[in-house]
């Protein structure tokens, strides 16, 4: 059984830091990209950050230069460091990866079950 485990949201204010980390726990044979997500209240689920296995990053143009993606493949898990939060950036934030568990030996989309990060102003 593979799972998300995400961790590090809260409260901060504008103009602070989070660090967000997912931990990917399983019977894992790979994992390819490793994305972060987000979705304020009203709004559709829209993607952050994205990194692949050899670590090439993209990002959502509102974050770049403020938040930077990274991942430890030794431990299955990926970060999100965000800096410079804004008000605009207070949301729900997923972590989600495509994943080959070994078995079967098939890639998945997996999610995590969400962590909130609120930024006051």
């Known amino acids: 059984q593979v799972q998300l485990v995400e961790s590090g949201g809260g409260l901060v204010q504008a103009g602070g830091s989070l660090r967000l980390s997912c931990a990917a726990s399983g019977s894992i044979f790979s994992i390819n990209v490793m994305d972060w997500y987000r979705q304020a209240p009203g709004k559709q689920r829209e993607l952050v950050a994205g990194?692949?296995?050899?670590?090439?990053?993209n990002y959502r143009e509102s974050v770049k230069g403020r938040f930077t993606i990274s991942r430890d493949n030794a431990k299955n898990t990926v970060y999100l460091q965000m800096n410079s939060l804004q008000s605009e950036d207070t949301a729900v934030y997923y972590c989600?990866?495509?994943?080959?568990?070994?078995?079967?030996?098939?890639?998945?989309?997996?999610w995590g079950q969400g962590t909130q990060v609120t930024v006051s102003s």
């Open positions: 990194i692949t296995g050899s670590g090439s990053t």
């Open positions: 989600h990866a495509q994943i080959a568990p070994r078995e079967p030996r098939y890639v998945f989309s997996f």
